[in-house]
């Protein structure tokens, strides 16, 4: 869906000689892109791989939602990680949100980046008290946001909703394939080397110097290794216990419509339902509507690998457009243009791992973003780029393996 409207993709080499570098990340996704650029405005000698093309698989699946807000709550993150790392995590996305708008004037990108509002809601009368109290405890920390309530609140919104917290700032919405390549021919220019069709078959992680080799050979030695290969990254981890849930999420993106009657501000918008449903607009009047998450208990299973004419598949989709109809019945003909879905994996506390892991002395994760991927990427990007040049940010505590 976000290539409709591209200009031809600039492609890049296969490797086909044995290199060496001080950083390589894996992963030529959004998370690889940032981490190239963080790395880069350090002045450090970084190369990028991808086992396919840029900017395919979870960045060309993303539906592009840019929000502070994690799968948990602030009051519910807060009994978990506590009242002082708590939030952090939330401002780390308030703060991000800004800078992926600084990135995107940087670069001079064309990726439709547009701040948004955002609306979190519920229909259960009986979430009214929490629902109020979690909307002080982010005016608390500094979050511009406000309850909204049926009593108060009715005629902003067409569908039917108890309370909601409204935030003003803090989201946004964009084109994250266009974004990618931009942010990527950005740091060629400035020499980073990517190389595209390069499978890594064999990791030497070693805490001193790690060695990667192809599928066709070739070796790339480094100083450090970033793994930013999102869902695939777990299998380094298949000899643990699951910490981690994966998930399929389903999404359509709509024709243009005529007009959003009955949408406060085109905002952004997601309920609190599990699995939850969300609705965002393009820049071009079409809806993109997603959701409908299945858990995944197997990466051999039949969830993991469904494909998008599978009947469950087709089920999922029905199910949102059904949905989104009957949010906006004022908004007329919303005909299907597209559906994609993908995969993400989500931890028990709604927070990414971020940074080494024992096992691994060599490398850096970053992974476990949850619906609030491009973000993370970003938040991770930036920490491990600190933590290699010596600085130690003590935010990585809170991103840590191993701390649940």
């Known amino acids: 869906m976000w ?24 992963g030529g996704g959004i998370t690889g892109a940032l981490t190239a650029h963080y790395f880069m405005k350090q002045g450090m000698k970084c190369v990028l791989v991808d ?9 060309s699946a993303s539906t592009a939602i840019l929000k502070y807000e994690i799968n948990q709550g602030l009051k519910n993150l807060m009994s978990q990680v506590g009242e002082q790392n708590a939030p952090h995590a939330f401002l780390f996305g308030y703060q991000a949100v800004m800078e992926i708008s600084q990135i995107v004037k940087e670069i001079n990108s064309s990726c439709d980046f547009s701040f948004k509002p955002a609306f979190f809601y519920t229909e259960d009368p009986r979430q009214t008290d929490a629902m109020e109290q979690e909307c002080t405890a982010r005016q608390a920390i500094g979050i511009h946001c406000e309850l909204f309530t049926q009593e108060n609140n009715k005629d902003e ?56 080799t192809t599928e066709n050979e070739f070796t790339i030695t480094a100083d450090k290794v970033i793994i930013c290969t999102g869902v695939n990254a777990l299998e380094f981890f298949n000899h643990e216990k699951p910490f981690c849930q994966l998930y399929r999420t389903f999404s359509i993106l709509t024709k243009p419509v005529d007009n959003f009657i009955g949408w406060k501000d085109s905002c952004i918008i997601r309920n609190d339902q599990k699995p939850y449903t969300y609705v965002r607009p393009t820049l071009t009047n079409e809806i993109v509507i997603g959701g409908e998450d299945l858990a995944i208990d197997r990466l051999d299973g039949d969830i993991a690998n469904m494909g998008d004419r599978d009947p469950l598949a087709l089920q999922h989709y029905h199910q949102l457009l059904r949905r989104v109809r009957k949010m906006f019945p004022q908004i007329n003909e919303i005909k299907t243009a597209c559906w994609f879905h993908g995969l993400f994996i ?21 992974l476990g973003y949850g619906s609030n991927g491009i973000l993370n990427a ?27």
């Open 3 to 26: 290539t409709k409207n591209m200009e031809k993709k600039k492609t890049y080499p296969t490797l086909s000689k044995d290199i060496k570098t001080e950083i390589v990340i894996v």
């Open 51 to 59: 086992k396919s093309n840029i900017a395919t698989h979870a960045t």
């Open 157 to 212: 919104f067409s569908f039917n909703f108890e309370s909601g917290i409204y935030s003003h700032y803090g989201a946004a919405i964009m084109n994250p394939v266009q974004f990618t390549h931009d942010l990527i021919k950005f740091n060629v220019d400035k020499g980073l080397e990517v190389f595209e069709n390069t499978t890594i078959v064999d990791y030497n992680l070693s805490s001193h110097q790690s060695i990667l």
């Open 346 to 366: 989500d931890t028990k506390d709604g927070l990414p791992f971020i940074g080494k892991h024992p096992d691994y002395p060599g490398a850096y994760f970053n």
């Open 378 to 404: 970003l938040i991770g990007a930036k920490l491990i780029s600190q933590d290699v040049a010596g600085k130690n940010p003590r935010e990585l505590d809170i991103f840590k393996f191993n701390r649940y």
